[in-house]
């Protein structure tokens, strides 16, 4: 378990937003990283009207290490079960596919736009994920 700290929790939050509302800007883009990454890997995301979704993904990819450099390495666990974690990343994409986005899309940026699929979307995965959490550190 990790510490909650209000005023870093908030500086993140904040950061995250800005990033959303500067890549909609520049680009007309949602900061949703399923979408983001699909168009990557699809090849689709290229030329001047992505380059903000390259930053935005290189900004996702280079943050933990440049925080690494200067704060040194976070707390934090990872489950060892390699199945466990297949199947987990499996579901999620799975999730991301059916739900037409990510938590980022929906939960970020959708639910700025009051959207009511958006709305319904992250209450799903939030409910979803508080349920995985009790049953795995409760029942299994």
Known sequence: MTDFTPLASALGGAMIG???????????????????????????????????????????????????????TPAQTVSSNLPLMAVAGVLVGYGSVFGNGCTSGHGVCGLSRLSGRSLVATATFMSVAAITVFVTRHVI
């Open 18 to 72: 800005l990033s959303a509302v500067i890549l909609m800007a520049s680009n007309g883009k949602i900061a949703g990283v399923s979408g983001i990454t699909s168009r990557l890997l699809s090849g689709r995301l290229g030329g001047a009207s992505e380059r903000p979704g390259l930053f935005f993904v290189a900004g996702l990819l280079l943050a933990p290490l440049l925080y690494t450099m200067f704060a040194g």
